[in-house]
């Protein structure tokens, strides 16, 4: 499935955090990049990468983005700008992007146009994939991917850089910075501070999920509930206790949205339950 779908994609996209990222081949008239010969480096640039896009720009895609971005004065993208490219089509160009230059893929963040950042990202997401991906690269991915979280400016960029890249890099060193994240006035680096625990849940390590999703009770955003409750109902696949545990302390006072993304794969019976304890919570001012 494209990944630009209203922003309840995270509800129904949990194999995002089981399996890596389908790559759906590029059907666009556009020739493929050549993988050999001297002149690759130079085809490996932003400018090149920029121009191929424009050739897969569709405005029947335009309309279809256009309904499920929030950009308009006021709304969570307010400002951002698309090209209307194909999710499928662009992940395809970034696999071919491969061993882009750092300084290359922040000209891509750069950018104005929501796919042409989403190019960038996706380039680093897909090579954070590669076992073949040296160490150095991936912490260089890591610094640009926080350096520059201003041009991280919406859910499916956030999604992109964290279900693989940022988790992984940070799984095995401190984790320090995705709590100065979570307490970010930035909702975008608040998203960033959770989904990064994709990776680790996926290692069998829960604590961090936790812990953030505790730090996100009481927060405002719509796009932080769904976030939350998604990786703790993936916690809830891997340790269904704990999540249970976690539910009978919050249930009353967390966001309503936040508790039925957590609670949609337990039964009937458990979600009532949970559903009965918020609804008295509210009941007694909670």
């Known amino acids: 499935m494209p990944i630009f779908r209203k922003h309840t994609t995270e509800n129904k996209n949990q194999a995002y955090c089981m399996t890596k990222t389908r790559i759906v081949k590029n059907t666009a008239a556009s020739p493929p990049l050549k993988k050999t010969g001297a002149d690759l480096p130079a085809k490996r640039t932003a400018k090149e990468f920029i121009e191929r896009l424009k050739i897969l720009q569709s405005d029947a895609e335009l309309k279809k983005i256009r309904r499920y971005f929030k950009s308009a004065e006021g ?7 698309f090209m209307g490219v194909k999710m499928g089509q662009l992940f395809a160009l970034a696999t071919e992007f491969s061993g882009m230059a750092v300084s290359e893929i922040e000209k891509l963040l750069e950018s104005p146009i929501h796919e042409v950042r989403a190019g ?3 380039i680093m997401d897909k090579e954070s994939r590669n076992k073949k991906t040296t160490d150095s690269r991936r912490k260089e991915f890591f610094e640009l991917y926080i350096r520059r ?5 919406n859910w499916d960029l956030v ?3 964290c279900l693989h890249m940022t988790g992984s890099y940070l799984f095995d060193k401190p984790r320090n910075i995705l709590y100065k994240l979570a307490r970010s006035k930035n909702m975008w680096e608040r998203r ?3 989904l990064s625990t994709c990776y680790f849940i996926r290692q069998g390590d829960l604590a961090d999920t936790f812990k953030i999703a505790e730090l996100f009770l009481k927060d405002k955003e719509d796009l932080i509930h769904k976030a939350t409750g998604w990786m703790l109902r993936f916690a809830g696949d891997k340790d269904r206790e704990k ?3 976690f539910l009978d302390k919050h249930a009353k006072t967390m966001p309503r949205t936040l508790l039925r993304y957590s609670i949609e794969k337990l039964d009937k019976k458990q979600r009532e339950h949970y559903l009965g304890l918020k609804k008295a919570g509210i009941g007694k001012g909670g």
Not at 75 to 81: A, H
């Open 192 to 194: 960033t501070a959770v």
């Open 159 to 161: 999604d992109l850089g």
């Open 149 to 153: 979280h201003d041009r991280i400016n």
């Open 120 to 122: 960038g990202v996706s």
């Open 243 to 245: 999540l249970l545990r």
């Open 75 to 81: 709304e969570y993208g307010e400002g951002d700008k």
